[in-house]
């Protein structure tokens, strides 16, 4: 905030001593400057990528979790599918 503060004292005494378009510099790359700080005052809160994976990790096992009688009905219509083409190639064989 005290950068702030002086930011904005300089560019008012470049406008008023100097010149608007020196005045106008000052104000663009310290408003940006300004900002910038701003910014990345909190660059360090977020969480980590590791942090942010373990998460990820845990839904994915949730939802697994949470869809585990759906894959059993898939498996086991898909091994009645495999039994009756193995009988139909194996009766296809006999004629």
């Known amino acids: 905030m005290p ?4 930011w ?3 560019t008012v005494a470049v406008f ?3 010149d608007p378009v020196l005045g106008a510099a000052v104000a663009i790359f310290g408003g940006a400057l300004v900002a910038l700080v701003v910014l990345a005052a909190d660059w ?4 980590s990528y590791e ?3 373990m998460a990820r990790n845990l839904r994915r096992k949730e939802k697994w979790a949470r869809n585990a009688d759906a894959r059993a009905r898939d498996r086991a219509r898909w091994e009645a599918h495999q039994a009756r083409q193995a009988g139909r190639t ?5 004629a």
């Open 3 to 6: 950068g702030a503060v002086l």
């Open 8 to 10: 904005v004292a300089a």
């Open 16 to 18: 008023l001593l100097l």
């Open 44 to 47: 360090d809160q977020h969480s």
């Open 51 to 53: 942090e942010r994976e």
């Open 90 to 94: 194996g009766a296809d064989e006999d």
